[in-house]
């Protein structure tokens, strides 16, 4: 709505409001106002008539709307289904179930910072009407699918500015990343060399890939012979969902050379499904998928996950998630000397940063290392001397 520089106080009942004049209706004509009360003197009135105008001037006055949050951010949902994957979008779909229980009544354009750390408080300490506390990372990404949210409010004019940037955001640390060495590795490995799934367990500790790239991974993309495979695909889940999916990042659709105890495993992998498949006879499902569940359909990605923990309890080795077979080889890799640059591309980071950032603990226990090695080639007693220049 466009509006003019002009308006007025008018006393309404026991309350005071302010009157901005608006455009005419370019339909019918009539002239347009837009109301705002609730003052308690007239000079409150005028002082927040005055704030308005000012806004009109700086083209940042949002006239009152009667979209509540709740309604905004189911808009808001459709609007970014297209542009972000599934397992993302469900992500922002519990979060803004969370987000409607608490704050879905207000009026969009009157939420308030107080409000939404209020509401942090609550989901922290009692979980809203879930019942269940949420941790200090679950509350972290409540509050940035809510910043998103609002930033798209702004930007769309539905807001002036976007209240989550007064909010103080959550505390929250990433946990300590707990890996494991050489010896336990292999030791897990031992301990899962007859399970089903032990060729899987291989190439994650090997390769560093995530669990939906492997469980998503198909015969097709494999070449045993050249020792190499191409990541195309993952397989992820949203909420009970399981989604076949594009590769999390542009870098992450790439090959990955495999040695040569990996090519064996998969190859004794491959004779294993033959058996299988050969079982099941016409009840097996032929996707091409190189682990997929006992009647050749999609595994869901937890069911490794599950295995995987069940043969580290039967090892007595420390408990890890799966997901710390990436980190570990990321870490064997950086200790070896191999270059962050090839490290970040078998991992599919989107930036050499992000590995080095990641792994940042690695690097730095590298620095006594670095040090020793180049002074040692400085210093050495049979490094040639150098004559000071004759003037």
Not at 66 to 72: I, K, L, N, P
Not at 159 to 171: D, G, I, M, Q
Not at 198 to 208: D, E, I, M
Not at 367 to 377: H, K, S
Request: hydrophobic share 40%; aromatic share 6%; glycine share 8%.
């Amino acid at each position: 709505m466009a509006l003019v520089s002009g308006g007025h106080v008018r006393k309404r009942g026991q309350s005071w409001s302010y009157v901005l004049e608006a455009s005419r209706d370019p339909g019918t004509g009539r002239r347009r106002q837009v109301w705002k009360g609730g003052f308690t003197t007239k000079r409150e009135a005028q002082q927040a008539l005055r704030e308005a105008l000012t806004r009109v001037d700086h083209g940042t006055f949002v006239a009152q709307q009667r979209t509540t949050v709740g309604d905004y951010l189911d808009q808001w949902l459709e609007t970014v289904r297209p542009n972000v994957r599934a397992t993302t979008h469900g992500g922002y779909e519990r979060n803004v179930a969370k987000l409607k229980d608490g704050l879905g009544h207000v009026r969009l354009t009157e939420l308030r910072p107080v409000m939404i750390e209020r509401l942090y408080a609550e989901l922290a300490i009692s979980g809203g009407r879930g019942g269940k506390p949420l941790s200090a990372k679950s509350v972290a990404n409540v509050h940035l699918c809510l910043g998103k949210a609002l930033a798209d409010a702004e930007r769309l004019g539905m807001l002036s500015t976007n209240p989550v940037r007064r909010v103080r955001p959550p505390r929250w640390q990433s946990p300590e990343m707990r890996v494991w060495s050489a010896q336990q590795t292999r030791a897990f490995l031992d301990a899962s060399a007859v399970h089903r799934l032990h060729a899987a367990f291989v190439l994650l500790a090997t390769t560093g890939m995530r669990r939906g790239e492997v469980v998503g991974l198909r015969w097709d993309d494999v070449d045993l012979d050249g020792a190499r495979l191409q990541v195309r695909q993952s397989i992820t889940t949203a909420g009970n969902r399981i989604v076949i999916d594009a590769p999390k990042t542009r870098r992450s659709r790439r090959s990955v050379a495999l040695d040569d105890d990996t090519v064996a495993a998969l190859r004794s992998h491959r004779r294993r499904q033959a058996e299988e498949r050969l079982a099941a006879g016409e009840l097996w499902h032929d996707e091409g998928l190189v682990f997929p569940n006992e009647l050749g359909a999609l595994l869901h990605p937890d069911a490794v996950s599950r295995a995987f923990g069940a043969v580290v309890r039967r090892a007595r080795l420390p408990r890890i998630r799966l997901h710390d077979l990436r980190h570990g080889w990321a870490s064997l890799a950086l200790e070896a000397g191999i270059h962050p640059k090839v490290v970040s591309e078998r991992l599919g980071h989107s930036t050499v940063g992000i590995t080095l950032d990641t792994y940042s603990h690695v690097v730095q226990g590298l620095d006594a290392e670095a040090a020793t090695t180049v002074a040692r080639r400085l210093f050495a007693r049979d490094a040639p001397s150098f004559a000071p220049a004759q003037e």
